[in-house]
Each structure stands twice: as structure tokens, then as C-alpha cells.
């Protein structure tokens, strides 16, 4: 065993990460969370209690003041039952009970009544329970990130010489981000148009995914989500930079770092140059906190991949194989063959050493299923192992983790076809050019953290009516499809770094076979 644990800790981080996926994934299955178990949280003579309900072949949902039945589940119900629990208002769950009958082995019927009920939820398993210490690494990341964004942008504008050179990086920058996503959409919408995933699915499929996610986004359909493009135009200035670094805004602190970083250029040495090394110091010893965070990557790699798996397993991945497998393939096509291609014509560098590169990066980026965590790590990668210089990476990379979002825009659009062929509405030529470029205009504006995809589609499926309660058809899988797609997310802005720090001839790199 010490042997073995020797062993471990000698290889290269990458390996590790690589055989603690495995592992998660393993050690998920194997304590996967049960389909037949509900841990009931109620009151009984003013002291909370609870209890886990191992078996129960009905139950119901009684009223307690007149015992009335309200409604009735059978035995393969759980998610059924809980998403039921979770419709109710706080006032009418302390009105309910829940009573549970069972048969036992001799054929006789028995029954449990819980009255006051505060909580019914799934049992959680150790692979469940270990999550924090994943959630810790992905905090411990994205904590850095902000500062981080701040520090190098500064750095990064500020050494690009003047504000011609800024405009000139960030004009190439930007056309190499727009054409990626619409590249990336056009692959998902000609994907999903020849496999058709959404005629593969089954009626009963579909009948039993609208019941059991539906709630999970009756509150995200109901907000007033729309797609202003002047507004985000003018909400990308800051009113206030301390505020926009306190709530995270991605694109107000771009901006903000942007703006001093060029007016730096525009001052005199004597009082820029303070400035300028204390930003580089504070973003080098960023970059450094990075290399002792990723220490504890295996760790924080194996507790979320678990409990990922854990808790949804994969039986989800049958229901939905044909969706699921429709967005893999167009995330493999544009990841090896669009990107492959860009780093090989635009860098001049051997795709197969860029992917080696940047494996670290699609590792945190699978397991985190955020750019902005993944970035400092997505920095460090690309100076150390590409070759791309510090005022690149500092001035693209930051950038690229807010507005350039290859997957996610893909993802939408994917999405947004399966949900309209589910539902048999025939998009034409015209409503899918609507969905191009909805999909492009509101992958610029998601924000780099899990789950925020889901958001942006909505404003997607408005945009052609296609019926925004879909979205539960694809929400049981929709986790393992955000890790995927924040991998092709996070290597396109690294790509797009190599290509504009060849252009300015600043690629340090030996053209390897």
C-alpha cells in the first residue's frame, strides 16, 4: 500500500487527475444514491425528527385536517414524490403528511403515517456526502480568479506599449471569439438536424423526464430573463468598480482593468511604473497560489466526480443517449478538428502538442464545469507548456473565459433543436439563423460559472416559441453536459491566446512533428 501511495505521488499531476476520474467514477457507482430510499425530516410533539422510508409500495399525500387523500404514488415514484414535496409552499407542507404502506414478506400490509412534514430528499451516500472537499478546490480556484482577472488585464494592457496595439489584439481577439461560436453553432444546428435526437425519444421518456424536472425550472421560466443587447452594451460600465469586484461582474471588471490599464500607457513612467509592478506581483503571486491549490486537485477531482456520478448515475445517459450523444460528437468535431485546425494554420504549432499542453486545463475544466476556475490554471498552462507570453495570456485568456463560450453556444442550440423536433415543431431555414444568432449573442453575455447555460436558453427558446417548459427534458443530464462543454469552452480561448501571440510574433515555440 505505501508502495502504491509512493507511486501516486511521483507521477505527473495530469495522470493523477486523469486516474482519480476513473476512480470518482467508480467509487460513484458503486455508491450511487438509491431510487427506493427517502429521508423524511417532520415534527413530532414540537421536536424535529427524522427517518429514512427504505420501502413502500404506495404513498400518499394526506391532509391532515380532514385526512383526505391528495395524491397517491406508487412504489418507482420517488423523484415523482419529492418533486411534488417541493411544489408545496411552506404552509401547505406543514398541513400535509405522507403515508407510507408497505407489504411484508408474509403478505401482510403495514403503514407509516409522518405528520408535519419540513422535508422529504434523497438519501445521500458517502459519495454524495464527500462533495464539500470538491467544492472547497473549485472555491479555492475560483477565488483567485477575480483578482487574478483584475491583476493581469491591468498588467497585460498596460505592457502592450499603447493603445493602437490594444485596439489591434483586441480586434483579432474578438474576431477569432465570434467566428469560433458561430462556427461552434453551425456544427450543433447541422449536428442535431441529420441525427435528429429529438425524434429518437421515446413518448413515455418524455412524459416521465416533463414530470420529474419540471419543477427543477418552474422558478427560472417564471423570471423576466431577456435578451437587451443595448443594455448589456451599457451595463458593461461600472458604476461602481468596487461593487462589480464584490458581486463578480465578469465583463464590468474587464472593462475597469481595460480602462486603467490602457491610461497607464498614457502617463509618465515614473508614476506608471509603480503601478505596473505592483499589479505584476500581485498577478505572479496569483499564478503561484495556483501551483499550491492544483496540489490538491486529485483530491477535489475524485470527491466531485463522485458525487456527480453518485447522484445521477448514469441511467439518465439511456434515456437521453441520442441527445447526449448528438452535443459529444459536435463538441469532439469542433474541439479536435476546429481548433486542431486553428492552432496548426493560425500558430503554426503541432495540435498534438497544444492538446498536451493543455490537458490540466481540460481536466479542471471537466470536473469544475466553470471557465473562470479553470482560468488560472488555463494562464499558467499556456505560458509554461505553449510558450504564449505573459502579455497575451494576461489580455486574451481573461477575456476569453467571459465572452468566448464555443460549448455553451453550441449546447444551446442542440438544445433548443432536440426540444423542437420532441415537440414536433418544424423549424425552418429562417428561425434557425434566429437561433445562430441569439445563441452567439447570448453566449457572449453567460457568465463563467456552472450552470448558468440553462439560463441563456431560455432566451433561445423564446426566441423561436419553442416551448421553454422542454428545458426538463434535458435537465437530469444537463450537469455531465456542462462538463463537457466548459472543456471545449476553455480550450478555444487557449487556442485563440497561441494564434494572436503568433501573429504578434511572440510564440516561443519549436515546431515539434
Avoid at 53 to 60: A, H, K, P, S
Wanted: glycine content about 8%; some cysteine; hydrophobic content about 50%.
Amino acid at each position: 500500500m505505501k508502495s502504491i501511495a509512493l507511486w501516486f505521488w511521483n507521477i505527473k499531476l495530469h495522470n493523477k487527475i486523469f486516474l482519480v476520474l476513473l476512480f470518482g467514477a467508480l467509487f460513484g457507482t458503486l455508491f450511487n444514491v438509491s431510487s427506493y430510499k427517502i429521508k423524511v425530516t417532520y415534527k413530532e410533539q414540537g421536536e424535529e425528527k427524522s427517518a429514512i422510508i427504505e420501502r413502500w409500495d404506495l404513498v400518499e399525500f394526506v391532509y391532515q385536517a380532514s385526512g383526505g387523500v391528495q395524491a397517491v404514488f406508487g412504489k418507482d415514484d420517488q423523484l415523482k414524490i419529492l418533486s411534488h414535496f417541493q411544489n408545496f409552499s411552506r404552509d401547505q407542507k406543514q398541513n400535509y403528511g405522507i403515508l407510507v404502506r408497505w407489504e411484508n414478506p408474509d403478505g401482510s400490509i403495514r403503514q407509516e403515517l409522518y405528520q408535519r412534514i419540513i422535508d422529504l430528499q434523497k438519501v445521500k451516500t458517502i459519495a454524495v456526502a464527500i462533495k464539500p472537499i470538491g467544492t472547497l478546490f473549485i472555491r479555492l480556484l475560483t477565488f483567485i480568479a477575480i483578482p487574478l482577472v483584475l491583476a493581469s488585464l491591468i498588467v497585460g494592457a498596460s505592457s502592450l506599449g499603447n493603445i493602437g496595439i490594444v485596439g489591434k489584439i483586441g480586434a483579432k481577439m474578438i474576431i477569432f471569439y465570434i467566428c469560433l461560436i458561430a462556427i461552434a453553432i453551425t456544427i450543433g444546428l447541422t449536428f442535431a438536424n441529420v441525427i435528429k435526437p429529438g425524434e429518437k425519444l421515446a413518448q413515455d421518456a418524455r412524459e416521465k423526464l416533463l414530470v420529474e424536472f419540471a419543477p427543477n425550472i418552474k422558478t427560472k421560466i417564471s423570471e423576466n430573463i431577456d435578451l437587451d443587447v443595448i443594455n448589456t452594451i451599457v451595463n458593461i460600465v461600472p458604476t461602481n468598480p468596487i461593487s462589480a469586484l464584490a458581486n463578480a461582474e465578469m465583463l464590468q471588471i474587464v472593462f475597469f482593468a481595460l480602462i486603467v490599464g490602457i491610461t497607464l500607457t498614457m502617463i509618465r513612467k515614473e508614476k506608471s511604473e509603480p503601478v505596473i509592478r505592483f499589479f505584476d506581483g500581485f498577478s505572479e503571486l496569483m499564478i503561484r497560489m495556483v501551483g499550491i491549490i492544483m496540489k490538491l486537485a486529485p483530491l477535489g477531482v475524485f470527491a466531485l466526480i463522485s458525487a456527480t456520478v453518485g447522484e445521477f448515475g448514469f441511467d439518465i445517459l439511456q434515456t437521453l443517449f441520442w441527445y447526449a450523444l448528438t452535443l459529444i460528437i459536435g463538441l469532439a468535431f469542433h474541439q479536435f478538428i476546429i481548433l486542431g485546425s486553428l492552432v496548426k494554420v493560425f500558430s503554426g504549432m503541432n495540435p498534438v502538442r497544444f492538446f498536451k499542453g493543455i490537458r490540466n486545463v481540460m481536466l479542471i475544466a471537466f470536473t469544475s464545469s466553470s471557465s473562470a476556475a479553470t482560468l488560472p490554471v488555463n494562464m499558467k498552462s499556456c505560458e509554461e507548456n505553449l510558450g504564449v507570453p505573459k502579455k497575451i495570456t494576461s489580455f486574451v485568456l481573461p477575456l476569453g473565459a467571459t465572452i468566448n463560450m464555443d460549448g455553451t453556444s453550441m449546447y444551446q442550440a442542440v438544445a433548443a433543436v432536440f426540444i423542437a423536433q420532441v415537440y414536433g415543431i418544424e423549424l425552418h431555414l429562417s428561425e434557425q439563423l434566429i437561433i445562430l444568432l441569439t445563441a452567439l449573442l447570448a453566449s457572449i453575455g453567460t457568465a463563467p460559472v456552472p450552470g448558468v447555460g440553462i439560463i441563456m436558453l431560455i432566451i433561445v427558446l423564446r426566441s423561436v416559441n419553442i416551448p421553454e417548459e422542454g428545458i426538463a427534458l434535458i435537465m437530469g443530464i444537463d450537469r455531465f453536459l456542462d462538463m463537457c462543454r466548459t472543456v471545449v469552452n476553455t480550450s478555444g480561448d487557449a487556442a485563440v491566446a497561441t494564434a494572436i501571440a503568433k501573429s504578434e510574433g511572440v510564440l516561443e515555440i519549436t515546431n515539434e512533428k
